[in-house]
DNA sequence: AAGACGAAAGTGGTTGA
DNA sequence: TCAACAACTTTCGTCTT
């Protein structure tokens, strides 16, 4: 889990006395920073809390974002989702050389030469090959799912990771995809159900779950039991219900998981049923056909999770209506 | 007529011998 | 490897709103 970096929240590195906004004699809360000086100075009665400090900033100043973006000495940060990192040098097609000249016959064959083996090179390694093909497909996937960009990128290190482990060996690209998506979403605790994922992709979900479980495995990723929580507020902007509905459905989750009512269920139709149990309550009921749609699981099991919460959590049906 | 309910039989995955 | 098993699904008839 640790190497994935980021996974787990960071925790503050500084020292709590450098963090804390209060003054150590007056205990004001408004403390000035002056960069120019490295100094931090309490706004009220001028103590200096500590010196020496370093200044993080840029040396240079812009007084426009253009300016900003020309003086900037650094690029596009780097990313996992992009084949090569998006750190590789390219060439420029222009024959010209940095301060605008045009180049000598000689150097201009010279670079011609470079430029058409860095394209050949570019892609042309099988890892490079590889990734080039997973990368478009996890792009593909993850915009029909409305994944977000930090998922992907996490995928896309899984999915890095895994070809390192020689786990891509004889397995299909797009099924490896599909399965290091669905556990990047599993890890940000914004899990998507092996049914939607497996449909999207043109994986069997049985393929899919093999290769998540293998991956799991060989890269010691421990992942939590998925969480029916986790599940709610997709659900409930998919069926556009109210906060309140989503704050009660969390609380009655809460309670089923205290009193034991989650052990060995399906995460989904917890949600599932919770949610109908907090729409009917708060009035903005949701017929159990639409609730088993967006959670993927059939009515008959949102009746049963359903009818098991009202009972051991005594909610009384009748002042529901 | 749509939604909710419940029974019965079927399905895919896990467990333990 | 196989049977037993729990959870879930499918299907369908009936009741309720």
């Known amino acids: 889990m640790d190497q ?10 500084t020292q709590s006395s450098d ?5 150590t004699d007056c205990g004001s809360k408004t403390l000035v920073e002056d960069l ?6 309490c706004g009220d009665c001028g103590l200096v809390l500590s010196d020496h400090r370093i200044d993080t900033g840029a040396e240079w100043r812009a007084f426009s974002s253009e300016e900003s973006d020309a003086r900037s000495r650094v690029g596009a940060p780097m990313r996992y989702t992009v084949h090569d990192k998006g750190l590789s040098t390219i060439i420029d097609w222009r024959d010209r050389d940095h301060s605008g000249r045009k180049l000598s016959p000689t150097r201009r064959s010279e670079i011609y030469r470079l430029r058409k083996w860095q394209i050949r090179s570019r892609v042309h390694s099988s890892l490079d090959r590889n990734l080039a093909q997973a990368m478009s497909e996890l792009e593909r996937l993850s915009s029909q799912l409305g994944i977000p960009k930090p998922i992907r990128e996490l995928a896309a290190l899984l999915y ?14 797009e099924a490896m995809v599909a399965a290091t998506l669905y556990a990047a979403c599993r890890i940000r605790l914004k899990p998507r159900p092996l049914d939607e994922v497996a449909d999207a992709s043109r994986v069997d979900k ?27 507020s997709r659900f409930a902007t998919e069926l556009s219900l109210s906060s309140t509905v989503q704050l009660r459905t969390v609380e009655i989750l809460k309670q089923s998981r205290a009193i034991g009512l989650t052990i060995g269920r399906d995460p989904l139709g917890l949600a599932a049923a919770a949610i109908y149990v907090a729409s009917i309550m708060l009035d903005e009921r949701r017929t159990q056909r639409a609730i088993a749609e967006v959670a ?4 008959v099991t949102v009746r049963n999770r359903y009818k098991e919460i009202v009972r051991k959590l005594g909610i009384d049906t009748m002042s529901m209506s």
């Open 160 to 173: 890095r990771k895994s070809i390192i482990k020689k786990l891509v060996r004889g397995r299909s690209i």
């Open 206 to 232: 049985k393929k899919l779950g093999q290769c998540y479980r293998l991956l799991l495995r060989k890269l010691n990723i421990r992942i939590p039991l998925s969480n029916p929580i986790d599940y709610i």
């Open 19 to 23: 963090i804390d906004p209060t003054c």
């Open 296 to 299: 993927r699981v059939t009515e």
């Open 4 to 13: 994935l970096g980021g996974a787990t929240p960071r925790k503050n590195s």
């Open 36 to 41: 120019t000086r490295g100094e931090r100075v």
